[in-house]
T-cell receptor
Framework: AQSVTQLGSHVSVSEGALVLLRCNYSSSVPPYLFWYVQYPNQGLQLLLKYTTGATLVKGINGFEAEFKKSETSFHLTKPSAHMSDAAEYFCAVSGGGTSYGKLTFGQGTILTVHP | DAGVIQSPRHEVTEMGQEVTLRCKPISGHDYLFWYRQTMMRGLELLIYFNNNVPIDDSGMPEDRFSAKMPNASFSTLKIQPSEPRDSAVYFC?????????????FGPGTRLTVL
C-alpha cells in the first residue's frame, strides 16, 4: 500500500519569499513521486517528477523538489514566489505491487501569495 | 495536440436522474483514468483502463457507478441513479505506456451538481 501526507492544507507567503510545500510518502517499493499543480477551474498539470537517479529534481516555473529516502519526503520549493504561483499543489506517489500504474494523491496544499 | 477532452464541463441534475460524463483521451495514450475530487475526500481514483480494458475498479463507490471504454478514443462514466453526495468534480486523465512514472495528462474536469 502507498500513501501521501501533505503537511499544511494552506500555505501563505509574500511575493518574493521562499515557497516550501511539504510532502511525506509511504511506499513498500521504491516510489515514483510527483508534484502536480491545479489552477482554479482547471485540471491538474505536472510540475515535476522523481523516478530514479538525481534526487534533486527541477520542474517548470522555477520549482524543484528533493527526494530524501531516509526521511520519506519529497518537499517542493521555489526560491521566490510569484503571484501567478497561487494555486493548489498535489503530491502523488506511484509504486509497484497492487498499486502499480496508479497514482495516490495527497490532500493538496493551497498556496496563497500576498503582494 | 488537443489534450484530454471532457464533456460536459458543468452538469446540474436532480436526484434520481441518470448522469453520463464523457472523456476523449489524448490520441496514442493507452491508459485512461477517472478521478473524483471533493473537499472532504480530496482526489480519488475511481477506475482505470488499459487498452480499453478495465484494470482496477476498486475505487468505484458503489453499483450506481459504471464506466466503459468502447474504443481507444472514448470513455464514459455513468451514475444511475444520482444522489446529492455524488456532487463533485470528475476528472479524466490519460497516459502513454506501461511505465507508471509516465505523466498523466488531466482533462479540465466536469463539475457535477446533484440537487
Amino acid at each position: 500500500a502507498q500513501s501521501v501526507t501533505q503537511l499544511g492544507s494552506h500555505v501563505s507567503v509574500s511575493e518574493g519569499a521562499l515557497v516550501l510545500l511539504r510532502c511525506n510518502y509511504s511506499s513498500s517499493v521504491p516510489p515514483y513521486l510527483f508534484w502536480y499543480v491545479q489552477y482554479p477551474n482547471q485540471g491538474l498539470q505536472l510540475l515535476l517528477k522523481y523516478t530514479t537517479g538525481a534526487t534533486l529534481v527541477k520542474g517548470i516555473n522555477g520549482f524543484e523538489a528533493e527526494f530524501k529516502k531516509s526521511e520519506t519526503s519529497f518537499h517542493l520549493t521555489k526560491p521566490s514566489a510569484h503571484m501567478s504561483d497561487a494555486a493548489e499543489y498535489f503530491c502523488a506517489v506511484s509504486g509497484g505491487g497492487t498499486s502499480y500504474g496508479k497514482l495516490t494523491f495527497g490532500q493538496g496544499t493551497i498556496l496563497t501569495v500576498h503582494p | 495536440d488537443a489534450g484530454v477532452i471532457q464533456s460536459p464541463r458543468h452538469e446540474v441534475t436532480e436526484m434520481g436522474q441518470e448522469v453520463t460524463l464523457r472523456c476523449k483521451p489524448i490520441s496514442g495514450h493507452d491508459y485512461l483514468f477517472w478521478y473524483r475530487q471533493t473537499m472532504m475526500r480530496g482526489l480519488e481514483l475511481l477506475i482505470y483502463f488499459n487498452n480499453n480494458v478495465p484494470i482496477d475498479d476498486s475505487g468505484m463507490p458503489e453499483d450506481r457507478f459504471s464506466a466503459k471504454m468502447p474504443n481507444a478514443s472514448f470513455s464514459t462514466l455513468k451514475i444511475q441513479p444520482s444522489e446529492p453526495r455524488d456532487s463533485a468534480v470528475y476528472f479524466c486523465a490519460s497516459r502513454r505506456g506501461t511505465v507508471s512514472y509516465n505523466e498523466q495528462f488531466f482533462g479540465p474536469g466536469t463539475r457535477l451538481t446533484v440537487l
